[in-house]
């Protein structure tokens, strides 16, 4: 067994992934360092939309759709550390603790919320035919 396999066992995750997190805290540590946070959030964020944009892309194309999927689980495993960022740069701007508090529940619930909401007509869709 190769030994990218033996890590992919062990964490759950792809050598890739785990390059990108290194990557990632580096930057931000770089960035802290050199009184740059700002800067770097915002290029982080910028890269997360690119990739958020490919994602949608690539999985309309049948062609892209491996890249889609790798870009798919990238952006999941990156949303919340972007939402996080995102907040970090909305509390340069913003200074209500509650405001931005709201913001961040909105920012973590956000998602589950609408996926919930968008299964629920498939669901309702389900049982109108069973009826009939």
Known sequence: MKWSNRVQIVTGQTCVHISLHLLLIAALVWGWKHQALVEVSAVLLAAYSVVFTGTLIAQRVASLRGLGDFLEEASTTYYFGAAMLALFLLSRVV????????????????????????????RLRASSKKRV
Do not use: D
């Open 95 to 122: 200074h209500n603790p509650l405001l931005l508090g709201m913001m961040g529940v909105i920012m973590l619930v956000g998602p589950a919320l609408i996926s919930l909401l968008a299964k629920e007509p498939q």
